[in-house]
């Protein structure tokens, strides 16, 4: 249970129950990351909107990219509800459950491309020491091949996931019924996150 209250769907009304008919997710619910809002809904559409554009938006970041760093930077804040919710969007990019159990256990342990680990060892660094200085870590990853366009479209993914593990893990937000024992909903049934 969350540690505030939340207005549920059928008790929503006014802006609020609007906001819950456009966030309902395939799975016919509204996720509980977005009803955390709900006593303040004239918060909740900037934070999906920043949240759709920067996973879901024009970018250089691939899909793939972008759920990966998602996870590592949750992983690194122990925030579970989201590294739930990013490795359960990976697995349906990637198909590849071995290479998502590694990304959402250690990514050290995961085949991907020196560019990629790069990327994922500045994700995490940027989350636990964000005072260092991080001109040599940008620096690495030009010379890794990342544009300056693709950096800052990774710093704010980085971002935005520090700011929602907050979210969550400061309110108690619980993941909702549907997710299976290993920790991934079942693939046949569409997500928010496959939109």
Known sequence: MAFIHIITENKAEGELKKLYEDYR???DGVDNI???HSLLP??????????RTVMFGKGPLTR???EMIATVVSKANSCTYCVHHHSDALLRVTKDKP????IRNDYRTAAMSDAER???HYSEELTRNPTQDFSQRVHDLKNHGFSEEAIL??????G???FVNRIAIGLGVELESYWNEDGYSDPSKPMAHDR
């Open 34 to 36: 977005l009803k955390i």
């Open 64 to 66: 793939r990219q972008r």
């Open 42 to 51: 004239h918060t909740l559409k900037p934070h999906v909107d920043l949240y």
């Open 160 to 162: 935005y996931f520090n």
């Open 118 to 120: 790069a990327m994922l």
């Open 99 to 102: 290479f998502t159990s590694s």
């Open 25 to 27: 997710a395939p799975w």
């Open 153 to 158: 479209h990774m710093t704010l993914i980085i």
